[in-house]
């Protein structure tokens, strides 16, 4: 079996245990936009291991499997992967720590307004106010999508004494042949305090502290946060996005923001790459934007993972198992 991996690193010695198990493994220099890859060291590759898809993925005849570095997929949409028979597989469980850290990070913030306080440091000003000595313990976070990243903010956020509300659509339940940190998450399906379905956005929404965004961006979920979700949340809740800027409607946020409809935001994912130094979001004082960073490439634990990750659905692929993290027909159809 023929791997071509690309625009990932090896790492202590990931390559050599493929070659052990009998593939023969290409490594393509990376590249920061697709390129064109020599059709002959794409024929006969049965296996392609990326973080960006070669221009040119036409020319691999013999392609069985996709095993990308993202959590999300969106480039895998319009290449008709089922009709023609090919596997794919995502990145799920590999950020989810990263990111679960960052949303509790962010709540912290948001809930003592760290800004203000950082504000009042670089000016000198000495203001104990009462604002700044709020806690999240028996606040309660409603987590729009339990997926990897829903269910280890569960998990931390249950540690700290908080209530989990959760929303999805189908409901909640074990979670099988997903990656998944030993020791994070929730695979059992059994934290939240309670669980929302399709139906019941508006009662999700009306109780929250916290409303975390976990869930994919698809046809579907883009644009599903809009002025109706925002104006159903309590005045004093804080939204936190860390998975695709586009799930929330930009002039919605904006306008709730202005209008007061919620206390505040963190984002980390975003409408434009980079942000103008114009757009207004920069400067709400009670929201708080990162550069896309809660989970990253760059994580020191990234390479670790992937390769963790990949070795195993390696093993799984060659023995006819299932893969972790497999993308449905419908998830790569856009349903």
């Given amino acids: 079996m023929t791997i071509i991996a690309s625009n990932v690193a090896d790492h202590a010695g990931a390559v050599d245990r493929l070659r052990a198990l009998g593939a023969e493994v290409r490594m393509v220099p990376p590249a920061e936009t697709a390129q064109t890859w020599p059709a002959e060291v ?47 597989s995502n990145a799920r469980g590999i950020y989810d720590t990263t990111i679960g850290e960052w949303n509790l990070a962010m709540m ?45 903010t569960a998990r931390l956020a249950r540690a700290l004494g908080m209530h989990v509300h959760a929303y999805a659509r189908s409901g ?47 046809r579907s979920s883009r644009g599903s946060i809009g002025a109706a979700q925002l104006r159903a949340l309590p005045r004093s809740a804080f939204v936190l996005n860390p998975a695709r800027g586009p799930l929330i409607q930009e002039e919605a946020l904006l306008q709730a923001l202005r209008q007061d409809w919620i206390a505040g935001a963190a984002l980390d994912t975003h409408y434009y790459y980079p942000m103008p130094a114009d757009h207004p979001l920069w400067r709400f004082p009670n929201v708080i934007l990162t550069p896309h960073v809660a989970g990253s490439h760059f994580c020191p634990n990234f390479l670790p993972r992937i390769w963790d990750l990949f070795v195993k659905n390696v093993t799984r692929f060659t023995t006819g198992q299932p893969l972790l993290n497999e993308l449905t027909a419908a998830e790569l159809n856009d349903e």
Wanted: proline residues 7%; hydrophobic residues 45%.
């Fill in 42 to 88: 794409l024929r006969d590759a049965r296996v392609l291991f990326c973080n960006r898809l070669p221009a040119n993925l036409a020319d691999m005849k013999a392609l069985a499997w996709i095993q990308i570095t993202n959590v999300g997929f969106e480039p895998l949409v319009p290449l008709n992967l089922p009709a023609r028979g090919i596997r794919a």
């Fill in 108 to 152: 912290v913030a948001l809930a003592r307004d760290l800004r203000a306080m950082i504000r009042n440091q670089e000016h000198g000003i000495w203001d104990p106010a009462v604002r700044f000595q709020n806690e999240v313990r028996g606040r309660v976070v409603g987590l729009w999508g339990y997926g990897g990243i829903g269910r280890e």
């Fill in 172 to 218: 909640v339940g074990p979670r099988r042949d997903t990656y998944c940190v030993p020791g994070t998450g929730d695979p059992d399906g059994v934290l939240p305090d309670r669980v929302f379905t399709a139906g019941q956005e508006v009662e999700f929404l009306r109780d929250l502290d916290f409303l975390v965004l976990a869930m994919p961006l698809t």
